[in-house]
């Protein structure tokens, strides 16, 4: 059976194609049904999202999302495609690479992604935007040819680790459930070394009491959102944060590491208290009195050594 660069959402195994076309099948025997040629890939919890009230004006109005799209484009006084470039821009495309769009909605963003030379891997929760999506690439005579679309939740990737060069989302984080799960969860299929571009509504902070920020937050309670940095995983590197559109709207960029960052924890410092990272943090005792503290310290300047190396020399004659 032909493999369809899909996987299974619950053990990231490859999918492929049923003898009938209707699914896509796990070797554990997961099914996933192909509606209308796009494959829907979600898991129960997924499937109720997508029926929950946060995407029931993408359901049911999604035929009207394009037209509020031109809207905020017009009155925030800017020019979408320039816009688009420039979230296009901060993905540092390299040609060939792979791209996961988390959240393509209508598919505005995916053809500069294609137009760059990418492998595009555009999803969204919900099938109505998908299908939407792709007639716009097609009545636009956009190549495609580099293109899945796919119907997923992006707290449940339908991918394995480190599977994409760049991820992408904007516009919808803020209604996302759990946020630091998905970012999480968009950054474990990106492999080390790879960007992840996520961004939203959000008055910048310093526009957050101005009539501009008021305006927009009367008319839209989503401009009240912040850029949810503290959501972004510890192995994130290079992390930065851009507002565009007037500032309305935040922009956030790392690139993929592994672990926290290190630090030399030996490196021992200058100056009257001395020590290291190590010996301060991984080697702290029980307190004493501050006039004891005092007499170590002034013991340890007049020999014109720090406190650290005077106490470690007293505790070893003390115990040998």
Not at 32 to 51: H, N
Not at 125 to 133: A, D, K, L, S, T
């Amino acid at each position: 059976m032909k493999e369809t660069g899909f996987f299974c959402p619950r053990t990231h195994e490859p999918l492929v194609i049923s003898a009938d076309g209707r699914f896509l099948e796990s070797p554990a025997g997961d099914r996933y049904p192909v509606i209308d040629g796009i494959p829907s890939l979600l898991l129960a919890a997924g499937q109720d999202e997508a029926r929950g009230d946060r995407n029931k004006y993408y359901r049911e109005r999604a035929a009207e999302y394009d037209a509020g799209n031109d809207v905020m484009f017009r009155m925030l006084l800017c020019e979408e495609e320039q816009t688009r470039e420039q979230l296009t821009d901060f993905l540092e495309i390299a040609r060939g690479d792979r791209i996961l769009e988390v959240g393509c909605g209508t598919c505005r963003d995916t053809r500069h992604f294609l137009k760059r030379g990418a492998q595009v891997y555009a999803g969204d929760i919900n099938r109505e935007m998908v299908h939407i999506g792709r007639d716009r690439l097609e009545t636009a005579e956009v190549d495609t040819s580099a293109l899945k679309l796919f119907v997923a939740d992006a707290g449940k990737l339908p991918f394995p680790d480190g599977f994409f060069d760049r991820a992408f989302h904007f516009g919808g984080l803020n209604l996302f459930p759990d946020i630091r799960a998905s970012v999480a969860e968009i950054a474990r299929v990106v492999k080390p070394g790879g960007r992840v571009v996520l961004g939203d509504e959000g008055v910048g902070a310093w526009l957050g009491e101005t009539e501009f920020g008021k305006i927009l937050k009367n008319s839209n309670p989503l401009f009240h959102h912040q850029a949810p940095l503290d959501k972004i995983p510890t192995h994130a590197r290079n992390v930065s944060c851009h507002w565009i559109l007037n500032g309305s709207f935040y922009v956030m960029v790392f690139d993929v590491g592994t672990g926290e960052p290190q630090l030399d924890l030996d490196i021992e410092f200058p100056g009257w208290r001395g020590g290291s990272h190590r010996k301060r943090y991984f080697g702290r005792l029980e307190g004493v009195s501050p006039e004891l503290r005092d007499q170590a310290v002034k013991a340890a300047a007049a020999e014109g050594i720090s406190v650290v190396s005077w106490l470690e020399r007293a505790l070893r004659r003390a115990l040998d």
